[in-house]
């Protein structure tokens, strides 16, 4: 963090990485050429938003064969895409020729838009290809060509690192400085670095920072994967001589922690290293590799402390300025030492989440004296912050500042909701240099926090009226750079504060994988990324986010098969809490929910042998085919304090997630073409819902075992019950609803269930009355304690996290069944959609849209009396069918118009109370009389 952070000033920056000044001739051309060729044609669609492996010209694609999209836009109805074609070159030059020297896929008649292989030339290790695609309309007619755009590969094989690990011969720093000074000849064309540093690291160039990434190089098992960084650095060097640094730190690499911090666990994967490879293209074709070596030097760096859990110490005194810039006198520093990386393999975009970036600032709401001399800082919203602010006083004062969630009755901060307490405390100290006014901002350390805490101390020796003071301070809030694709609002204000509560804590966790809580834990426990699966999706982009996670769990995985319930595995739980069917299913449920939602069955296929030693190895651990082990429906509400399951049988939930994996995995083995695995797998799947059925049914009372809210849901929801019984099976959890004056019992794991057993059997009615109340614990009750971001626990309780996405599938509620927006079953990926909107309690209105990997979707609809307006929009290309609260056919217009007279709609049925229309890709007004 640096002082170019303003009050007022947006801190959210592009993804887009800069393309060297070299290439740009080439590019203009190309988008000249766009421009004019669209002047003269009539094609019904235009391509757009052109994406390499999910992302806008992207740096160090290690994918050989990379995965290319676009996204089509069209102001007509029906508009579709009966063709296209791909160039991909080697330079720009050339791509305004229409030269595609590396690969011209021809005109291809298919009407795919994604996860379309690269499939020309072999690609080298650093080359950047340039590319564009046209489409031809149903018509035939071809559009212009898209406007051209770059991907960059990464070092594709472990001979393309010329650089080499180094370290400090002191393998117990705490943080490290690492510089090298070198020349850059005349007519540099480009310049590009591949960089990781363990277990963090910050890039500077001739003093300055290297993008605006935060805590690279990411959260891996180092053992297995260590993560690596591209960047074009062609703009921030000069010829002559340059000077680079990496300052390093420990992140999750190195979690040593001391005996008066907080800490989750402690564990190393080594001392601080790091690797980089500086690649330099010159005018004349020569290429000049620098790398990280022996002849680098080091230094300890300014931190004293240092630690993703407690803290970060800061002694301004040690800073050594000019570390990083040319000519520093760096005599006293020491010779690097080689070494050896700790044994992951480097990789690059295929692995990577998006990069951690700073968003909005806030500023404090009020500031408090304390009694103690303190003052309290309330920056009036818990989110993952960093926090920077300026300071006078004398040189070596210091400053401590104690981030919480929650402050005790007397102001003072109370960080029981973090861990701390009996094991320490959490702060940051910043010892200052000089007497004048200074700058601060932790490197290497964020916390999930609402309040700050400065505690001030005068330096040794000195009187009380020499005490430091903070002249201003601010909270960064920072999270993945997943790009929000999400809109929803309604006429109900509870809902709305519901949506931005949840949606809070989603981006607070929103790391390099999903923590479960920005502070006490910071683990990426399971369980949450598939139940909260369609609410993240439905409100970020999170397809590359969670390919990185997918990778964390396959090396994460066990050889007798086990996925632990933690990933990566950083320490090792016992029993339940690391082995629980809930949350080892992750592996099975996140890919197939990518494949619902963006299409990508290359995550199944990657995936699939893994998957099937997993469900191999909960076959192994079950009796008669029921699985009995693991942590069931935690935190739901019972008689005491939340935790383990209460309400519901271990071994019904254990066996129901093991019987939903194998029918997943039948679907997954028909999907990648292996019939007689999915023979296999659906049978065996048979089996178990058989067994499940015996053991825990109760045909009597149309009850799963002790008719819990979660055991009667996950079996409505997973196909596990008998068509026969499932209306009577929703009744029983309506009648349980009502019992508890619509509160929910429910847990982690039988939310989601809960709330799609009860939407999709006709009662979102209970669903609206569970949530439209704050009297009971839920969100509403949560909001009226003052909780700005959702809570780990129903009822708020202050020793549990109060910023935890756990329990926020209500998001999915919301878009998927309020405002109707589903992808359709038969058109994954959102090829086919269905909008199917739910006018349910005393709500007017809801107005939603979702940014789907095809285009945007709308779902817009009014009522007022018996009068249904709906407003939809459909993406080019795209399909959809539309269920209208309507008793007739004839009573439906679209456009002012019946229904049936206007282009794009065509009646299929009546339905449940409601006309359901095929419409093609467009804009439509629907108007019906739902009451008639």
């Given at each position: 963090m640096k002082t170019r952070f303003r009050a007022g000033q947006s801190v959210i920056r592009t993804l887009r990485p800069a393309v060297s000044s070299a290439f740009l001739p080439g590019l203009w051309l190309t988008l000249l050429a766009a421009v004019f060729s669209g002047l003269n044609s009539g094609a019904a669609v235009r391509p757009m938003e052109l994406r390499c492996e999910f992302s806008a010209e992207p740096l160090g694609v290690d994918a050989p064969q990379p995965r290319l999209f676009w996204k089509l836009e069209s102001s007509d109805r029906g508009a579709r895409q009966s063709a296209y074609q791909i160039l991909v070159a080697s330079s720009g030059k050339n791509l305004a020729r229409d030269h595609g020297d590396l690969w011209d896929s021809g005109k291809i008649a298919s009407d795919e838009t994604l996860h379309l292989r690269y499939a020309g030339k072999p690609l080298a290790s650093a080359q950047t290809v340039f590319w564009k695609v046209r489409a031809w309309d149903a018509d035939g007619k071809a559009s212009p060509w898209s406007q051209p755009t770059t991907w960059t590969m990464g070092l594709l094989t472990n001979a393309d690192w010329q650089a080499k690990w180094i370290g400090a011969p002191d393998t117990n720093a705490i943080t490290l400085l690492l510089r090298n000074e070198f020349i850059v000849k005349p007519g540099l064309r480009r310049a590009l670095v591949f960089v990781c540093g363990l277990g963090t690291y910050e890039l500077s160039l001739n003093g300055k920072k290297v993008g605006e990434d935060l805590f690279p190089s990411?959260?891996?098992?180092?053992?297995?994967?260590?993560?690596?960084?591209?960047?074009?650095?062609?703009?921030?060097?000069?010829?002559?001589?340059?000077?680079?640094?990496?300052?390093?730190?420990?992140?999750?690499?190195?979690?040593?922690?001391?005996?008066?911090?907080?800490?989750?666990?402690k564990g190393s994967f080594g001392p601080l290293k790091a690797i980089a490879q500086l690649r330099l293209e010159y005018a004349d074709g020569s290429v000049e590799v620098i790398g990280t070596d022996e002849h680098w030097r080091t230094h300890a760096g300014p931190l004293t402390f240092c630690s993703v859990y407690g803290g970060e110490d800061f002694d301004a005194r040690l800073v050594q300025p000019g570390w990083d810039k040319i000519n520093f006198n760096d005599a006293k520093w020491t010779p690097a030492q080689i070494t050896t990386g700790p044994g992951g393999e480097l990789k690059g975009l295929?692995?990577?989440?998006?990069?951690?970036?700073?968003?909005?600032?806030?500023?404090?709401?009020?500031?408090?004296?304390?009694?103690?001399?303190?003052?309290?800082?309330?920056?009036?919203?818990n989110a993952s912050h960093m926090f920077h602010f300026q300071a006078s006083g004398p040189s070596g004062s210091v400053i401590r500042i104690y981030p919480a969630e929650l402050i005790k009755d007397d102001g003072a901060v109370n960080?029981?909701?973090?861990?701390?307490?009996?094991?320490?405390?959490?702060?940051?100290?910043?010892?200052?240099?000089?007497?004048?006014?200074?700058?601060?901002?932790?490197?290497?350390?964020?916390?999930?926090?609402?309040?700050?805490?400065?505690?001030?101390?005068?330096?040794?020796?000195?009187?009380?009226?020499?005490?430091?003071?903070?002249?201003?301070?601010?909270?960064?809030?920072?999270?993945?750079?997943?790009?929000?694709?999400?809109?929803?609002?309604?006429?109900?204000?509870?809902?709305?504060?519901?949506?931005?509560?949840?949606?809070?804590?989603?981006?607070?966790?929103?790391?390099?994988?999903?923590?479960?809580?920005?502070?006490?834990?910071?683990?990426?426990?399971?369980?949450?990324?598939?139940?909260?699966?369609?609410?993240?999706?439905?409100?970020?982009?999170?397809?590359?986010?969670?390919?990185?996670?997918?990778?964390?769990?396959?090396?994460?995985?066990?050889?007798?098969?086990?996925?632990?319930?933690?990933?990566?595995?950083?320490?090792?739980?016992?029993?339940?809490?690391?082995?629980?069917?809930?949350?080892g299913s992750a592996y099975i449920l996140v890919p197939w929910q990518q494949?619902?939602?963006?299409?990508?069955?290359?995550?199944?296929?990657?995936?699939?042998?893994?998957?099937?030693?997993?469900?191999?190895?909960?076959?192994?651990?079950?009796?008669?085919?029921?699985?009995?082990?693991?942590?069931?429906?935690?935190?739901?509400?019972?008689?005491?304090?939340?935790?383990?399951?209460?309400?519901?049988?271990?071994?019904?939930?254990?066996?129901?997630?093991?019987?939903?994996?194998?029918?997943?995995?039948?679907?997954?083995?028909?999907?990648?073409?292996?019939?007689?695995?999915?023979?296999?797998?659906?049978?065996?799947?048979?089996?178990?819902?058989?067994?499940?059925?015996?053991?825990?049914?109760?045909?009597?009372?149309?009850?799963?075992?002790?008719?819990?809210?979660?055991?009667?849901?996950?079996?409505?929801?997973?196909?596990?019950?008998?068509?026969?019984?499932?209306?009577?099976?929703?009744?029983?959890?309506?009648?349980?609803?009502?019992?508890?004056?619509?509160?929910?019992?429910?847990?982690?794991?039988?939310?989601?269930?809960?709330?799609?057993?009860?939407?999709?059997?006709?009662?979102?009615?209970?669903?609206?009355?569970?949530?439209?109340?704050?009297?009971?614990?839920?969100?509403?009750?949560?909001?009226?304690?003052?909780?700005?971001?959702?809570?780990?626990?129903?009822?708020?309780?202050?020793?549990?996290?109060?910023?935890?996405?756990?329990?926020?599938?209500?998001?999915?509620?919301?878009?998927?069944?309020?405002a109707g927006i589903r992808s359709d079953p038969a058109g994954p990926g959102f090829k086919k959609i269905i909008i199917a909107p739910e006018p349910v309690g005393d709500l007017k209105w809801v107005k939603a849209s979702y940014e789907s990997i095809r285009g945007k979707i709308v779902s817009d609809w009014k009522r007022a009396g018996k009068k249904f307006t709906l407003h939809v929009k459909i993406p080019a290309n795209t399909a959809a069918t539309v269920y209208l609260p309507a008793r007739r056919a004839n009573t439906v217009t679209e456009s002012g118009k019946l229904v049936g007279k206007n282009q794009g709609v065509k009646f299929l049925r009546l339905e449940n109370r409601r006309a359901v229309f095929a419409i093609e890709s467009g804009e439509y007004f629907f108007e019906s009389f739902a009451q008639d």
């Open positions: 990411g959260w891996t098992d180092y053992r297995k994967t260590c993560l690596y960084d591209t960047h074009d650095l062609t703009a921030l060097l000069h010829e002559g001589k340059n000077a680079a640094g990496i300052f390093l730190g420990p992140g999750m690499y190195r979690v040593l922690g001391d005996t008066n911090r907080f800490t989750k666990f295929s692995c990577a989440a998006p990069p951690i970036h700073a968003f909005e600032i806030h500023k404090p709401v009020s500031t408090r004296a304390l009694t103690n001399g303190d003052t309290l800082f309330d920056l009036g919203q960080q029981s909701s973090m861990g701390a307490g009996r094991r320490g405390p959490v702060f940051c100290e910043f010892t200052k240099a000089t007497d004048g006014v200074e700058f601060f901002a932790p490197k290497f350390f964020y916390a999930g926090c609402r309040y700050l805490q400065a505690h001030f101390a005068d330096p040794d020796g000195a009187h009380e009226v020499t005490r430091p003071t903070i002249k201003s301070l601010e909270g960064i809030v920072v999270h993945s750079a997943s790009a929000p694709v999400g809109a929803f609002e309604c006429s109900n204000p509870l809902f709305n504060r519901i949506r931005q509560l949840v949606r809070w804590a989603q981006r607070s966790n929103m790391m390099s994988l999903m923590t479960d809580c920005p502070h006490r834990e910071r683990l990426g426990w399971l369980e949450e990324d598939h139940l909260n699966g369609p609410s993240l999706r439905y409100e970020f982009e999170l397809a590359q986010l969670f390919t990185k996670q997918m990778h964390d769990m396959a090396d994460a995985q066990t050889s007798a098969g086990l996925i632990p319930n933690i990933a990566p595995e950083y320490t090792v739980f016992k029993g339940g809490f690391r082995d629980s069917p809930e949350w494949y619902e939602f963006d299409g990508d069955l290359d995550l199944l296929r990657q995936h699939y042998d893994g998957m099937k030693r997993y469900v191999a190895y909960l076959g192994s651990h079950t009796t008669n085919h029921i699985a009995d082990f693991g942590l069931g429906d935690w935190y739901d509400i019972g008689p005491k304090l939340p935790g383990v399951a209460q309400l519901t049988p271990i071994a019904l939930t254990a066996t129901a997630f093991y019987f939903y994996d194998t029918w997943i995995l039948s679907q997954t083995a028909a999907l990648l073409g292996k019939p007689d695995e999915a023979k296999q797998f659906a049978a065996e799947a048979e089996t178990i819902r058989a067994a499940f059925n015996e053991t825990f049914f109760n045909a009597t009372n149309a009850t799963y075992y002790t008719g819990s809210q979660t055991a009667n849901a996950i079996p409505l929801v997973m196909n596990l019950c008998e068509a026969s019984n499932r209306a009577a099976v929703v009744e029983t959890i309506v009648r349980d609803v009502h019992s508890r004056s619509n509160a929910v019992s429910a847990g982690d794991v039988g939310y989601r269930y809960l709330l799609r057993a009860l939407a999709d059997g006709g009662r979102s009615d209970v669903i609206f009355d569970m949530n439209n109340q704050s009297d009971k614990p839920g969100y509403g009750y949560q909001l009226k304690l003052g909780a700005t971001t959702l809570t780990e626990a129903w009822n708020a309780r202050p020793g549990a996290s109060q910023n935890h996405f756990m329990l926020g599938q209500i998001e999915e509620w919301f878009y998927h069944d309020l």
